[in-house]
């Protein structure tokens, strides 16, 4: 699936709105439509000729209009049973006569997993399903919470739904910018740096009045008041073990949101 994600890449830190952004953009959002839609209808979508979709999708490496569509189904297709493939009990399983610095390590997985359990429902995690496919959303975060946006966005895309990912800080500030006000935004951060870098553009969102989720490890200062609602994925700080908690609970997310599929309707 490269050339998709050079695809989805492209559409998550281009900030100049050409032609080939409005197309990409478009095919994007109706992966779950293409199968009915024709070269011909995408083209008059777009506002632009057969041959420049044609040159669009072969732009990202695709031979032709068919190989993109044929890559796409397999997304929108993809078995919901193999996104999470670390449980608890085989991350114990690993204990099993091994040092001491491998053994604490595993143990403080397994503890941040325990933890996860304890402090997230699964209310939490439909709800934000919920909000991300009702709304025009987007996932900001640096670092290792901005490659688990990344994950999330391509099974939000495999359900129908296009969520905005800037994978650089000017596209970021372009989509908090442009973000209708009716719209959902969703903040991860283990330990609350990315508010504090970026408590302005987080305001002017708050004071349009988007919608605003923090999912963190856990960060507790008085920015927390910013959000509509804090998803806590632990009641201690796991340092030792970083973004794991955050990874695994978008997996849930991610498995809960293609087993069940898009709403109907």
Known sequence: MKSLNDMIAYHDTETEHDTRYEVVSYLLAHLRELDSLSLSEVARATYVSKSTVSRVVRRFGFDSYDEFLAVSRRLVNQDPSVTLRITPDELAALKTDVGDF??????????????????????????????????????????????????????????????????TEAKRHQIAEELPDDAFAVV??????????????????????????????????????????????????????????????????????????????
């Open 102 to 167: 491998i053994g604490l390590y595993i143990d403080g997985l397994c503890a941040a997993l325990q933890d996860l359990r304890k402090t997230v429902d699964d209310e939490t995690v439909d709800w934000l399903i919920s909000q991300v496919m009702t709304h025009e959303a987007a996932f900001f975060g640096t670092d290792q919470p901005l490659m688990i946006a990344r994950d999330t966005q391509v099974a939000f895309l495999a359900a129908g739904h296009l969520v905005h990912v800037g994978e």
């Open 188 to 265: 991860l951060t283990n330990y609350g740096r990315y508010i504090e870098d970026n408590r302005e553009m987080l305001e002017g969102l708050r004071s349009r009045g988007v919608k605003l989720c923090l999912v963190t490890l856990c960060y507790d200062g008085p920015a927390c008041l910013l959000f509509d609602r804090v998803v806590r994925l632990s009641a201690h700080g796991f340092s030792g073990v970083g973004s794991f908690s955050m990874k695994a609970f978008f997996k849930i997310v991610i498995r809960r949101l293609l087993a069940v599929g898009p709403p109907q309707g």
